[in-house]
């Protein structure tokens, strides 16, 4: 079974990186203080149908721990099970009609089956139809004492107005690479999957702050190392190119060194590397050696393991932050085109070669 699977949170403690969000929910859940139209919002696999699923188990939880479900009285029991009749989850990006939802209002008025509260999930909220909305909207405005809805969505900004302000509204965050770092070492200690710290921070590197992304990146990378995840591997499977290369990389440009830029290209095609993500990680580098140059904090915001840091600060030292900027804006505004050209090696060179005379005449 997929890790993602396995580590779904039952808790709102094995929530990683949404305290803002359980705190609240937890304190509602021991006050009593329940409302009855939620709004989860954020990017994807940050917590949102998870939180949705504690929450509505919490509520009619006979012995909530601390605002959790306590897992072993007869309704927590109960609504563990999938499909179960009190907590039902809908699909909008699916069932977006005014029908759909016209179905939901008929069915509100039923009382829940032996719990306290029923508890509607409508992801992909922002999916529904013009009349749709206006039938929900009419649901929210007087919903049933024993119902409660949350509305998902990771694009808040389509929801009309009129829905927003019968909601109470939670936005979810990116979570962050350390606390990323910190859940994935949690779970291999727990599946006995071998692993090196830098790994770990490139796996949660490459997750972007979705913790589902995290794990089935994790997942995709432990299945190919057998026993033991090694950096090596790992940014092979990224399909990143190593950080070394971009090092070498950089001192060609800085010393102007025109051929020892095309020897470069010419081995990574060699060694079949895809120059289009080279091109990328190159605008990466620079960007990582501006941030390092003007950031006091810098590897708060990078994120590097130790060593890597150390060898990118050594060669920011010997940039100037103009020819950085310049970097950054010719490699990225040629990614795109380096995606779609047919002739990837040439429009590379060139674009190294503009990087290399547009650098700043002074150090000369
Ligand atoms: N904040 C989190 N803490 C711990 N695990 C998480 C968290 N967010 C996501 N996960 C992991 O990712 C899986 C999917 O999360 P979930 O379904 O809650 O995401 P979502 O925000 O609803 O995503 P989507 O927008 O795609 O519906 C969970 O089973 C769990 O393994
Ligand atoms: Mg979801
Ligand atoms: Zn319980």
């Known amino acids: ?61 006979l012995n909530p721990i601390n605002g959790s479900p306590c897992g072993k009285c007869e309704n ?8 179960d009749i009190n907590i ?31 508890v509607y999930i409508i992801d992909e909220v922002h999916m529904l ?3 749709a909305f206006n039938a929900l909207l009419k649901t929210l405005e007087e919903p049933p004492k024993h119902v409660i809805f949350i509305l998902a969505t990771t694009e808040v900004h389509k929801l009309p107005q009129t829905i927003l302000s019968r909601c109470v509204r939670f936005d979810f965050r990116l979570v962050s690479v350390k606390e990323l770092v910190n859940h994935l070492r949690k779970i291999f200690e727990l599946e006995k ?5 830098e790994s770990l ?6 997750g972007e702050g979705s913790v589902r992304d995290t794990l089935s990146i994790a997942d995709s990378i432990a299945s190919y190392c057998q026993g033991k995840i090694t950096k090596e591997e790992t940014l092979r499977i990224l399909g990143t190119t190593d950080y070394s290369l971009n090092i070498e990389f950089f001192n060609h440009l800085k010393n102007r060194e025109i051929g020892g830029v095309l020897e470069l290209i010419d081995r990574m095609e060699k060694e079949g590397k895809n120059l289009a993500v080279f091109a990328k990680d190159v605008s ?11 950031c006091e904090n ?67």
Request: glycine share 4%; net charge neutral.
């Open 1 to 61: 079974m997929a890790l993602y699977r396995t580590y779904r949170p039952k808790t709102f403690d094995e929530v990683i990186g949404q305290e803002h969000i359980t705190k609240t929910l937890e304190n509602q859940i021991m006050n009593g203080h329940i409302g009855h139209a939620y709004l989860f919002t954020g990017t994807r696999g940050t917590g949102k149908t998870s939180i949705a699923k504690i929450f509505a188990r919490a509520v009619n939880c």
């Open 76 to 83: 927590c029991l109960k609504l563990q099970k999938d499909n």
């Open 88 to 118: 039902i989850e809908m699909d909008a990006a699916s069932n977006n009609k005014v029908d759909d939802i016209r179905e939901i209002r008929e069915k509100v008025k039923f009382m829940p089956v032996d719990v306290k509260y029923k």
């Open 129 to 131: 139809t013009d009349s």
């Open 193 to 197: 999957i071998g692993y090196d710290e």
């Open 201 to 206: 921070k490139l796996i949660a590197t490459a």
């Open 284 to 294: 990466k580098h620079a960007r990582n050696l501006l941030v390092i140059k003007t």
């Open 298 to 364: 810098a590897n708060e915001i990078l994120n590097l393991p130790e060593d890597v840091f150390a060898l990118f600060k050594e060669q920011a030292d010997a940039f100037n932050e103009k020819d950085l900027i310049n970097y950054m804006q010719v490699f990225s505004s040629a990614e795109n085109e380096l995606r779609y050209t047919l002739s990837v090696r040439l429009l590379l060179e060139t674009t190294c070669l503009t990087a290399m005379s547009g650098m700043d005449a002074k150090k000369n």
